[in-house]
C-alpha cells in the first residue's frame, strides 16, 4: 500500500538545532517501520524559504534573501544524511516547480470562488510571519509563541474564506477522531474550531520575497499557504517524468511541532477542500524538548543540548535512540547530557551491546561460530509472542517511545535469559549439549528479533549486528519469534557501543 508522510519542513531564517532533528529522527523511524511492513513509503522533507522572516534576517545580515535561504537549505540538507535520515525527497519552497503548482492550486481556490480583496488590521508577529487573535495575545501585546512585541498591521490582502468552512471542519473533526493524535492535540484544534473561524489572509502586499499571486502581481502568497502546499507540489516533480500525485496523495501522516498545529489542522485542510484535493489522514503532534532543567532551551539559561555534541560523543544512532527514549512521543520532554550519558552507558552498552557481544562470543567459542540448528526454548518463545503485532499497532498511532519500551523490554529479558541458563556452565559438561544448542540458537534467534523491531530507532547499530549474526532481511515477517534452524556463521563484532 501506498504510504506517504512528511514532516514540517524548516524555516530557513535560522540554523538546524534539535528540535529539527526529533523530529526528522521520529518521522525517520515511522517510515522504516512502514518499509519493514512492506509498504510503498514516500517520505519527504525539506526547507520553507519564503515570507517576511527571511527577507528580514537577510537584509539584516547585508544579504538577499535567495542567498540566505540557499546557505541555510543546504546546512538542513546536510543534516538529514548525518542524522541517518531516510528521506525520499528534499523539497525546498523555492524550486520553481513547486512555485508553479502552488500558483495552479491556488488559482483553483480564487476560481473557485473562495478568495476576495479585503483590509486587514491586526496584530501580527514577524518571527511567525502571522496575524494573532485577540485572545492569543499575552499580555502588553507579546506573541504568545515568542514573547516579542507584536506590530499593528494594516494592508490590502487577498482574503481566503475559512469561515464558510467552518461545517465542513467541524464534520471532518467529528468523523475522524484521529484525524489529528494525540488527543489533546484533537481537542486543542477541534475547540479552535468550534470558538468560530475567520477568514484569513492569503496574501501580502508589501512583500516580494514569495510565489507571485497570478490574478494579481502585485501581491505574493502568504507564506504559510505556499508552505503547507509543499506536501503536495513536492509529488509532482520529486522523480522528474513520473508525477507521483495519484499514487501517494492525499497523505497518510503529517508529523509537526505542537506551535504549528492551527495551520495544519484547520487551515491546511480547509485549503485542500477549496481546492477540491482529499485531505491528509492523520496529523501526528509531537511536543518540544526542554532543557534538562525543564525550562525552555536557551542559550542564556546555557540549558541547550546540542544534537552534533551527542552525535560526536556517542554518535548517531545514540542520539536517536535517546531522544526516542527518553521523551514521550507527543510529550514535552527535558533532555540534556548528563541523561543521554547515562542512557548510553546504561541501556545501549550495558544492556543491548553487551547481550550482542555475549551472543556473538559464546557461539564462536562453543560452537565454532555457527549457531546451532536446534529448537529454540519455549518458554523464552512466549515472552516474544504477539510482540511484533502490538509494536506495529503502535507505531499506527505513533506510539514509538512506547513501541520501544516495549521492544527493551525483551532486550533485558534475553539478558536475563543468558544469566538463568549460563551457557559458559553448559559447555563444561558433555551431556548439556542438546541445552547448550537450544540456549544459543534461542538466544540469536531473541538478538535477531529485538534488532529488527529495532531498525527504525538504530539503523546503522541494527545493520552491523545483523550482519555479524549471519541474519539478512528487515523485512517485518522475521519480526517473529521462531526456530530457524539456519545453521548461519557469525562474524566477529566491534563494541556497537563503546565505553566513552
Ligand atoms: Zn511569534
Redesign the pocket.
Known sequence: MPFYITTAISYVNGVPHLGHAYEAIATDAIARHMRQRGEDVFFLTGTDEHGEPVADAAHAQGLEPRALADRNAERFQALMPQLEISNDFFIRTTDPEHMERVQEVLQRVYDNGHVYKGVYEGWY??????F?VENEILEGNL??????P?TREREENYFFRLSSFQERLERLFAEHPTFVMPTHHYNEARSFILSGLQDVSLSRARLTWGVTVPWDPSHVFYVWFDALLNYYTALGYARPGNDLTERYWPANYHVIGKDILKFHTVFWPAMLMAAELPVPQHVFVHGFLLGADGRKMSKSLGNVLDPFEVMDQYGTDALRFYLMRDVAWGSDGAVGMDAARTRYESELANEYGNLASRTIAMISRYRDGVVPPAGTDEVLGRDFEGLAATVARMFDRADITQALELIWQRVRRLNRYVEERAPWQLARDAESAAALDETLASLAEGVRVVSVLLHPYMPASVDKLLTALGADGLGYAGAAFGPRGSGARVTPLEPLFPKR
Do not use: G, V
Not at 508577529?125 to 502571522?130: G, I, L, S, V, Y
Open positions: 508577529c514577524p518571527r511567525c510571519a502571522d494573532k506573541c504568545p509563541i515568542h514573547e516579542i507584536l
